[in-house]
């Protein structure tokens, strides 16, 4: 086992990951830019190395300030969490070549699952559905567009390297074809430096169910089931479930089997997750591989009762993984709900600012892996993902419940965030029902965004009585007038603003 | 005895409510909308007040942020801003005050050119996303005050346009 980890992340999964650690009896290491230095992943680790400018491309992207910070505290691995630089078969080289150990799966299995063609190709090799699509090489406009013809309307253009909805259009005729196909590649170039394109069908009822697999250096490969994610907005996950509530035991078998034989297929070693899409005939498309640990591995955790991260750093360090499949099982229903700093009825815009009042809700089978805390400030430079809130119940039922009761009492308050949505999401009459797909929340919630929120009159009486109770005698509390600058939303005042898609 | 008087603004709605302490230490007299409402109070830990009204209690939990009053009830979380009674809403202005706080990765225009309203007039990235700015109405591009890898705060002015054709 290792004696040292350095953690190669911030926020919550940076927490995750050092309590593991630390309950495992291994030394930490934290790194942290300038914007983090008073955070709490920062406290919580042994040692600390500050990266220096917030910007992530000087901190947490700089492959060279990391491995620098690894060699100068003599950290065996690196865990490297996910986002940043997690998926970056480059970084992965870089701790090879220093001797240091990469927690995760071999830089040329990252490289090959990172090419969003090569990896289709692959998996078609291997026997495993894949969307009917495009995913060749040929990059010209003409055979672009002959090709998407072919495939049939609707149709998703999507980049080969993208990721998070960028570059991606939703083709529905034949006469947008060649605007989405320019707007994505110039969209691609940009974000990615890479203008490939794939086209695939676009799928009915979609939903986005992925498997959970963890495999050791000697060949052995478990899946621990399914996590149902339909639950998105701008292509991103909020809410996340185990077990599906379309998902049968036979096709879990075979899902489940397909996922074990793509891992196997590429060699695969530690934790990752196949991501298929599911039609509403119960049809099943392999659509990307994450060759790393998930936002959502929680309500794996709580149904299967394994530790993903404890087993990653265990594997990692060459031991060999004791979990058998025909042992494994799930138990209950868990659900997690992310939670972001942004406003759902301002198209999601992220929301910055100071945190002054962190309070998660505790009880029976209630998990919050949080990355805050009161006082603390959220900055524009990274991803608005605060915390997670983990339930788990004896059922689905049970378990919605919970959510909206942890909800309910989640005390988060200084800057806007979207926990009222979350609740909304799970007091809907069809997630109730689990009638999900990708597009839930445009078909469910386009009226909700329009309509005008009434205030009630207790809100008004809690914070006039809350006023009051704060003013002093004869002298009215000074208020502030409102400036362009913060008023309370600038960006209605705005107008023509638009998030870029 | 003393009267005090606030108005909050929610969603582009100014309320205005009169507020008095009653004669027992923890009473206050609330009026809203021509109705007063009698209510106790106690503030249970800084910022959670547990009020009575007639025999409904009411929780909540008030905070302040970011120049904003937070106030969390029923499992819902309203965000308000104190406004003096006289203020107006700040106009429109010419438009164009940056969302977001974030890193501006184009600038595609230049000064003096014209442009067609909803033309894309700068990107800005934040938390991983891009934003676009685009133009209110057809116009010329009279100042550029940002350029592409500068820091954008949220409220600032980042191209000023004179409008066109009325």
Redesign the interface.
Known sequence: MFKKILIANRGEIAIRILKACQEMGVKTVAVYSDADACSPHVQLADESVPLGNPLPSESYLNIQKIIDAGVETGAEAIHPGYGFLAENPDFAYACENSGITFIGPKPGVIKLMGNKIEAKQRMEKTGIPVIPGYHGHRQEKNFLLKQGKKIGFPLLVKAAAGGGGKGMRIVNKEEELEDAIEGAKREAKSSFGNDTLLLEKYLDKPRHIEFQILADAYGNIIHLFERECSIQRRHQKVIEETPSPIITNELREKMGKAAVSAAKAVGYTNAGTIEFMVDSSLNFYFMEMNTRLQVEHPITEVTTGVDIVKWQIRIASGEKLTLHQEKLGQRGHAIECRIYAEDPANGFLPCSGVLTKVEPPMGPNIRNDMGIETGMEVTAYYDPLLAKLIVSGENRDDAINKMVWALSNYVLLGITTNTSFLKEILTHEAFRRGDITTHFIDNHFKNWFAAKQEIPVEVLIALSVYDTMNAKFGVQKEVTVPSVSDQYSPWKHAGKWRIGD | M?N?????????HV?K?T?E?AKENDG?L?T?NGVT?P?T?S?VKP?Y?R?K?DDRV?K?????????????????????????PT?K??E??N?????????V??VKVKEGMSVK??DVLM?IE???????????YDGVVKKIYLNVDEQI?????PIKIEKTGG
């Open positions: 003393i005090l008087e606030f108005n909050y603004e929610y969603n582009n309320y409510i507020a302490r206050y609330i809203f409402y209510v109070s503030e910022g007040l009020i009204l009411i909540a939990v008030v905070a302040e942020g970011n120049k904003n009053m937070f106030v969390f009830l029923d499992g819902k979380t309203f965000n308000m801003k104190r406004v003096l203020s809403r700040v429109k202005g438009g164009l005050v940056s969302p977001i706080s974030g890193k990765v184009n309203k909803d990107v934040a938390m991983k996303m891009e934003y676009l700015i685009k133009a209110p705060d949220m409220g600032m002015i």
